[in-house]
């Protein structure tokens, strides 16, 4: 079985640093299933690709395991030629150091987006090319496959679960080992090995960063762990933990929470005028609502006319239907409900559907985010979806001293993992301004005390 990645971030033979294999050698690798053979077809400075070349020994696999059965089955299959979790178990031995994102000689290097073309020969896809595109796509890749028939001599046995796969990306190469490390097993749906407590923990770790929030998350945990239910229920329970509450209960409990706080000032009200000031200053005429919760921000776009296309996306489907609600799209007539459309989908994904517009609002979202998370944030706003303008809102922690009955060092909700001084928020807009080329100015919301501030501080940014 064989794997290729490819580069062409110039000089791109600094792939055989991430990778920690020299491009001018071969090396090989003893496993206890085969060997792995790691090599370059091409090393120059415009373009590079490493191979990772797996020999699977099935009869040595069947005659050391003591428990087969005897039948043809165990020497005849398809495991010596098509990637499945002894591709992965490869990776984490021969790839483990790029795997774990590091790299001594070339740090720099480690969280630097590259662009990547990986190619799996041949791997089967149980569920066929609409699962291929269900697992990577929510992922930010670009899939290409080519479907293989079971054999071209007979066409009548149809085709197989066999596909040639290219996945293009622009991501840090850990994140792309990370991602084939987990869904490659899942893909072919099995595992040559006893799948325990160790491999829900493995799980865990590998998918600490995008698993929770994939909307293929509860397919993916139980295939990775060979069905077993008892694994799958506890992966799934440490994923909701981690990732907070479910979306749906967050939205309908924590919403109210942080309005309580903030009602003595109409906080919310005095955000959505001050965004909606913006965007008409900006001369928008269409906007995204990223957490757009149950649409009230939706409604005062839908309520000017000057707004001519809308979209709400939020995580929480349940948030969706009540914006719906609220906003009575069924009701609406023709031509101003063609106006406004919601959407599902996590911030931290990769989405064409956001592109082309001319504005962007993030209300009080960020805050509710992992810090781990904000950088696939960052990239899903600044660089996929890039609109001319984006508006951002966040709570000023140092203002929460001025709200009676919040305990000192609390945050305005359970469900924020963060919240920024004026310094802090300030600092990492003028990072993400620099990093995507726009420009940003910062505005208060509510009252503004001369010591701490305003209780909503706004980053307005504007493509060059």
């Known amino acids: 079985m064989l794997l290729t990645i490819t580069t062409t971030a110039q000089p791109a033979t600094d792939l055989g640093f991430l990778l920690h294999k020299h491009p001018a050698r071969v090396q090989d690798v003893e496993l206890s299933f085969g060997k792995a053979h790691v090599f370059y077809p091409e090393a120059a400075t415009e373009r590079c690709t490493a191979a990772l070349l797996l020999e699977v020994d099935p009869v040595g696999l069947v005659r050391g395991r003591g428990d087969g059965d005897g039948t043809l089955d165990a020497y005849v299959n398809d495991r010596p030629y098509v990637a499945s979790s002894f591709m992965s178990v ?38 066929g090319e609409g699962l291929l595109r269900r697992l990577f796509e929510p992922l930010g890749y670009e899939v290409r496959a080519e479907h293989h028939p079971l054999d071209t001599a007979f066409a009548s046995w149809g085709e197989g679960p066999y596909f040639t796969v290219e996945l293009r990306t622009e991501r840090t190469l850990a994140d792309l080992l990370t991602h084939l490390y987990v869904l490659i097993p899942v893909l072919d749906d099995d595992k040559h090995y ?36 008892s694994l799958t229920r506890q992966a799934l329970a440490r994923l909701v933990q981690d990732e907070g509450v479910d979306p749906d209960l967050a939205e309908a409990t924590h919403a109210d929470e942080e309005a309580d706080v903030e009602r003595r000032i109409s906080l919310a009200e005095e955000r959505v005028g001050t965004v909606l000031a913006v965007l008409k200053a900006e001369g928008a005429r269409s906007v995204l609502d990223l957490g757009c919760g149950e649409g009230r921000f939706l409604r005062a776009l839908l309520a000017d006319a000057a707004f001519e296309k809308i979209v709400g ?37 990769r989405d064409k559907r956001l592109a082309g517009f001319d504005a962007a609002v993030v209300i009080e979202v960020v805050e509710h985010l992992d ?55 300030e600092a990492w807009a003028a990072e993400q301004a620099a990093r995507f080329g726009y420009a940003v100015r910062f505005l208060p919301v509510g009252p503004n005390d001369p010591v701490t501030g305003a209780p909503t501080q706004m980053g307005v940014f504007r493509r060059g």
Do not use: M
Not at 325 to 332: A, F, I, P, S, V
């Open 90 to 127: 490869a990776i984490a031995r021969v790839f483990g150091t790029a795997l774990a994102g590091r790299c001594e000689n070339r740090p720099d290097l480690v969280d630097r987006p590259l662009p990547f073309i990986a190619r799996l020969a041949v791997v089967p896809c149980r569920g």
């Open 194 to 229: 006893f799948v325990g407590q160790d491999e829900l923990e493995k799980l865990i770790r590998q998918g600490e960063c995008w698993l929770a929030g994939h909307p293929e998350k509860d397919l993916i945990t139980r295939r990775y762990l060979k069905h077993f239910k």
């Open 313 to 349: 996306v939020d995580v929480s489907h349940r948030a969706l239907e009540r914006a719906s609600e609220r906003l009575r799209l069924e009701d609406l007539p023709a031509r101003r409900r063609e106006r406004i459309s919601l959407l599902h989908g996590a911030l931290t994904y």
């Open 371 to 425: 810090p781990p998370r904000l950088r696939a944030f960052e990239r899903v706003v600044f660089e996929c979806a890039r609109p001319t303008t984006v508006v951002i809102t966040t709570p000023n922690v140092e203002y929460n001293v001025h709200f009676p009955g919040l305990p000192a060092g609390r945050f305005r909700h359970r469900d924020h993992r963060f919240e920024w001084t004026r310094v802090e928020f």
